[in-house]
């Protein structure tokens, strides 16, 4: 099971970092997403990473604001959130490919075999 933290209200032009943790289980041998999900829109892929960290993607919408890493010592996957803005209110959630060896991630949701219950972040002054 995953878990998120480090959600909350953050005003325009702030930042947050989430962590995405691993109850029961290691986080190291998975490739980890990051999605979002707003009030009546469906659920986007923000980042993701490979199983080893040497791979990592971003939705066009995020690139240059966010910043996605692991460190699999902390068994922990973070998403370093600048420059927050309005439209990325939404719950975010991680997300793990359940595939053995060296796995790339991806943005797409059907991809993805376990899913945490979600952090809520709102950006608003």
């Known amino acids: 099971q995953l878990v998120e933290s480090g959600g909350g209200l953050v005003q325009p032009g702030g930042s947050l970092r989430l962590s995405c943790s691993a109850s029961?289980?290691?986080?190291?041998?998975?490739?980890i997403g990051w999605f979002r999900q707003a009030p009546g829109k469906e659920r986007e892929g923000v980042s993701c990473?490979?199983?080893?960290?040497?791979?990592?993607k971003y939705a066009t919408s995020v690139k240059g604001r966010f910043t996605i890493s692991r460190d699999n010592a902390e068994n922990t996957v973070y998403l370093q959130m600048n420059s927050l803005k309005p439209e990325d209110t939404a719950v975010y959630y991680c997300?793990?490919?359940?595939?053995?060896?060296?796995?790339?991630?991806?943005?797409?949701?059907?991809?993805?075999?376990?899913w945490g219950q979600g952090t809520q972040v709102t950006v608003s002054s």
């Open positions: 997300a793990a490919i359940d595939i053995p060896g060296e796995t790339m991630g991806t943005l797409s949701v059907w991809e993805y075999h376990i």
């Open positions: 029961g289980g290691t986080l190291a041998v998975l490739a």
């Open positions: 990473i490979s199983t080893s960290g040497g791979s990592t």
